[in-house]
């Protein structure tokens, strides 16, 4: 049940990261108006009850190590284009081989996993959402339901 749970979360996260292609470029930004990629990550994982370290090296040393075969979506990737291989970008995996991140030259985009990103790809990590996250949703799912069922559908 929580792997389906997960699964299910994986693809709202990757849909909500979905939400955010087009936004600008704005290092230490976190919203609508422009943000980095830890922004991005960030904002991202906050809907879902998750709280993250707020640069990139802290949040690939978070969560649950993932290998690259085994990505779903909403896993975060962490990658480096340094040469001592520290952790200096993220981003959340949507499926397909595609990743969503904010580029610091086109802002919030969708890019494969081609061979440049997969030769600098560092770690996978994820995430559960809180119980907080969990609760709500099933709260929510029995609001809607009450009222279905007084307005007799």
């Known amino acids: 049940m929580l792997l389906i749970l997960t699964m299910l979360t994986g693809d709202y996260v990757a ?5 955010y292609v087009g936004v600008p470029y704005r290092y230490g930004g976190t919203g609508f108006e422009g943000m980095d990629c830890s922004g991005l990550v960030n904002a991202v994982y ?9 640069r990139s090296r802290d949040i690939a040393r978070a969560g649950v190590e ?20 520290q952790v200096n970008h993220v981003g959340i995996y949507v499926g397909g081989g595609k990743f969503v991140h904010a580029s610091t030259s086109r802002g ?12 600098r790809l560092i770690t996978a990590r994820r995430f559960r959402p809180s119980k907080e996250y969990y609760f ?5 799912g029995i609001r809607l339901s009450a009222l279905r069922m007084l307005d007799g559908k």
């Open 136 to 140: 709500s949703r099933i709260i929510e």
């Open 66 to 85: 993932v290998h690259p075969d085994s990505l779903l979506p909403g896993d975060i990737l962490a990658f480096s284009s340094s040469p001592d291989g």
């Open 108 to 119: 919030v985009v969708v890019d494969s996993l081609n061979e440049y990103y997969s030769r």
């Open 15 to 19: 849909f909500e990261a979905m939400r």
């Open 46 to 54: 906050s809907r879902f009850g998750v709280k993250l370290p707020r």
